[in-house]
């Protein structure tokens, strides 16, 4: 018996990095996942992986959202979990930010998970139950950042907690995790950079870079019938980093 028989999830972002580990994990657990991404040629490769449906999802169309919806229901009947994970990351300062990387960064980051929810909640209301895993980052806790990427992950985290409250009664659980630098095809850059790849590690009390496997851990736990009594928590996976 796995954690996840006869659910059905849906996870953004789930052709590569911290998703690709997620929909491998929650199918391993027995759940029929749904990776959705924009990567088309990534699809192909997860889509044939054993109780895994790769399908198109670009998550800033709501018309993309109420399209993919609509699918999964059609044919599974039922939304258990969502997992907003897709995301982008940019290195620019503040004084280089555009307001087209500021628009673009919020429709993705922001406005994906918001209309996640908006358009699966109904669904998991109407069977009153469901568990949403929102990932946020722990640039959205700490005062890391100023720029469109932490803003766009603080936005997360509060329509994380707004969410958990509102449909609570609805028994719908909704909760968010906070990875520190992960490392994911995102990250790959900081390799290019020796000496900041070593700063970071010094400056993380365990002493090394999180793994997508760490991520897809707690997220699961999240989503998992173990955490029943656990909604607007969040949860931060960054080895010690924002605790100093």
Known sequence: MGKFDNKVAIITGGASGMGRRMVELFSEEGALV?????????LQEVDNIEGVEGLYLNVSSED????????????????????NNA???????????TIEDWDTMMRINSFGPFAG???????????????????SSYTAQIGMGLNNYSASKGAVRAISKAAATQYGPYGVR???????????????????????????????????LGTT????????????????????????IDGGFSAQ
């Not at 990776?35 to 040629?41: E, L, P, T, V, Y």
């Not at 929810?117 to 990932?135: D, F, L």
């Not at 490392?183 to 002493?207: F, H, N, V, Y």
């Not at 496997?213 to 931060?236: F, H, I, R």
């Open 34 to 42: 749904i990776a959705a991404d924009i990567n088309r040629d990534s």
């Open 64 to 83: 993309n959202w109420i399209s993919l919806t609509k699918q999964v229901i059609d044919t599974y009947g039922k939304i258990d979990i969502l997992i």
């Open 87 to 97: 995301g982008i990351s940019s290195e620019k300062t503040v004084q280089d930010i």
């Open 117 to 135: 929810m908006k358009h699966v909640i109904p669904y998991m209301m109407e069977q009153k139950s469901g568990a949403i895993v929102n990932i």
């Open 174 to 208: 909704v909760n968010a995790v906070f990875p520190g630098v992960i490392q994911t095809p995102m990250t790959d850059g900081l390799k290019e950079s020796g000496e900041t790849l070593k700063s970071l590690i010094r400056a993380t009390p365990l002493q090394r």
């Open 213 to 236: 496997e760490d991520v897809a851990q707690a997220v699961l736990y999240l989503a998992s019938d173990n955490a029943a009594y656990v909604t607007g928590a969040e949860l931060v």
